[in-house]
């Protein structure tokens, strides 16, 4: 493991963010977003686990396995349901 090391200018600067411009949004991240439209509620990751009653590592093998639909990715590390999705699923359960 490296251990990183930072003057004491670069602990003072101030940080900023941006927004990201189209071109820097991954194309994975473009792809999951272009089925959604904005007008539909999205269900985080902890939603689904406490809808759900299981683990985040459960809901990826289900996912993994096709037993679950897939998320929409948010960005590299955020992923929602579309709540109708889930709803759905879950109704093709109980039958």
């Known amino acids: 493991m490296t251990a990183i090391t930072m003057t ?3 602990r003072a600067r101030p940080i900023t963010y941006s927004e990201p411009t189209a071109s820097e949004i991954p194309a994975v991240a473009k792809s999951s977003l272009s089925s959604f439209d904005g007008s539909e509620r999205l269900l985080r990751m902890a939603q689904v686990t406490a809808m759900l009653g299981i683990s985040r590592a459960t809901i990826y093998r289900y996912v993994a396995s096709g037993k679950m639909p897939k998320p929409i990715k948010l ?3 955020c992923v929602a349901w ?3 999705v ?3 699923w879950l109704a093709s359960l109980q039958t």
């Open 8 to 10: 004491t200018a670069e």
């Open 75 to 77: 960005s590299a590390r």
């Open 82 to 84: 579309k709540a109708s």
């Open 86 to 88: 889930i709803s759905d």
